[in-house]
């Protein structure tokens, strides 16, 4: 199913073409969840936000094309995650809408810092299709036979170079850290 004929379908009010959005944009939409409210909630707190997001899709997808979805959700799940925090008595900054919670020492962010270039450096070293599967699969958590049915390849090879990923990265960080 495409976007379009899925967004004709639940502006219908059928109910397949909600689990599809939910199957394609829930990784997209528990990201900026994750994001915005950092480790200040728990797994199932991130879950019960992503879900009040797409029953507003579900509500409300008479407004949305197809260019609009994807920026609709990233939209109604900041202010949801937002609306969460107020719930919670919790506040974001106003600088970036970064939530302040310092749990680590200076040593443990300096620690944090350098592991997260490391990690970030041997990425970006990666080839370019292998860091695409790898951002896929591990920053956007797409499931290996999504990753594979939109680069054409068998699952068999988005496993292999996930595990060349890996092994590049725990070389990296081995070097390094």
């Not at 379009?4 to 199957?23: K, M, N, P, Y």
């Not at 609009?68 to 719930?87: E, F, I, S």
């Not at 350098?114 to 990425?123: I, P």
């Not at 890996?166 to 960080?173: G, S």
């Amino acid at each position: 199913m495409t976007e379009a004929t899925a967004l004709l379908r639940l502006q219908h009010g059928r109910e397949d073409a909600l689990a599809w959005f939910i199957d394609k944009y829930t990784p997209y939409v528990c990201t900026v969840i994750r994001w915005l409210i950092g480790g200040s909630m728990s797994e199932a707190d991130v879950e019960e936000v992503a879900s009040d997001v797409f029953l507003v899709l579900w509500e409300r997808a008479d407004r949305l094309t197809v260019e609009t979805v994807r920026p609709w959700l990233g939209g109604v799940a900041r202010n949801k995650a937002r609306q969460k925090l107020r719930d919670r008595g919790l506040t974001l900054s106003l600088d970036d809408d970064l939530l302040v919670i310092d749990e680590e020492g200076p040593e443990q962010a300096l620690e944090r810092e350098e592991r997260d270039r490391t990690v970030r450096a041997a990425v970006l070293d990666m080839e370019a299709g292998d860091r695409e599967i790898f951002l896929r699969y591990y920053y956007h958590c797409q499931p290996i036979a999504v990753i594979a049915r939109e680069l054409d390849m068998p699952e068999s090879t988005v496993k292999s170079r996930l595990r060349r990923g890996r092994e590049k990265l725990r070389i990296a960080l081995k070097d390094k850290v």
